[in-house]
């Protein structure tokens, strides 16, 4: 019920390609679905956030797409530059109790130049 | 200012020592975190602290010993560590630690921790 389950677990875009990275859950509880970036040695940074009441939210080139009735949600990246190569995690918290998240097991991106 | 900040950034340490890392956010944050991450895996809650009180502890064993002096400040005590306990350990900060509030959590650059 707690688990966010996250796919692919590694992915090899080439640059200017679209990257898309899914994750789906099965608690309706959760009510925020964040997406976190991690480069390697750095601490994982917010990288766009979406609320179940919509079903896209963009942010220059990162777009989630958000669908209720499936519980799932993913990440677009458009145009893959090289600089987006990290690791991914897909995260969800729940609309009570104290704020924690349930983090996806991780997306590892390359992009190639 | 939106930044985590944790000291020290690369720590070694045997497995009698004591010794303690440090998170300090100055965004007026009530909410802070501890989190322990082993490679290529994704953050693993340890503690929550809502308004300077320990909310939330994730059965993590009393060789970890978390403290809040104050809202601005986190500490994490470490004694008789074991080698497996080598990993990221990262703090965070969320604006109101009610799941009802706006949930953004900030994340600080995280402590290396190598236990010998």
């Known amino acids: 019920q707690q688990q966010v389950k996250q796919s692919p677990q590694s992915l090899i875009v080439q640059k200017g390609g679209i990257s898309i990275i899914n994750c789906a859950y099965e608690?309706?509880?959760?009510?925020?679905f964040p997406w976190y970036q991690q480069f390697p040695g750095k601490g994982p940074a917010l990288l766009i956030a979406?609320?179940?009441?919509?079903s896209e939210k963009k942010e220059g080139r990162f777009t989630i797409s958000f669908n209720k009735s499936a519980k799932q949600f993913s990440l677009h990246i458009m145009d893959s530059q090289p600089g987006d190569s990290a690791t991914y995690f897909c995260?969800?918290?729940?609309?009570?109790?104290?704020?924690?998240?349930?983090f996806g097991k991780g997306t590892m991106l390359l992009v190639s130049p | 200012d939106t930044e985590v900040t944790q000291t020290p950034k690369h720590l070694v340490m045997g497995m009698t020592n004591k010794k303690s890392l440090k998170c300090e956010q100055h965004?007026?944050?009530?909410?802070m975190y501890w989190y322990k991450q082993k490679a290529k895996k994704p953050p693993e809650l340890m503690f929550v602290?809502?308004?300077?009180?320990?909310?939330i502890n994730e059965s993590v064993p009393s060789r970890f010993s978390p403290e809040c002096p104050n809202s601005s400040l986190l500490n994490l005590h470490l004694h008789a560590l074991q080698p497996e306990d080598s990993a990221l350990y990262l703090c965070?900060?969320?604006?109101?630690?009610?799941?009802?509030?706006?949930?953004?959590?900030?994340f600080g650059p995280g402590t290396r921790l190598t236990v010998l």
């Open positions: 602290y809502s308004y300077e009180k320990l909310s």
């Open positions: 608690n309706t509880a959760f009510d925020y």
């Open positions: 979406i609320r179940p009441d919509v």
């Open positions: 995260a969800a918290s729940m609309n009570s109790g104290y704020s924690t998240l349930t």
């Open positions: 965004m007026g944050h009530r909410a």
């Open positions: 965070a900060s969320s604006q109101n630690p009610s799941a009802s509030s706006y949930n953004e959590q900030f």
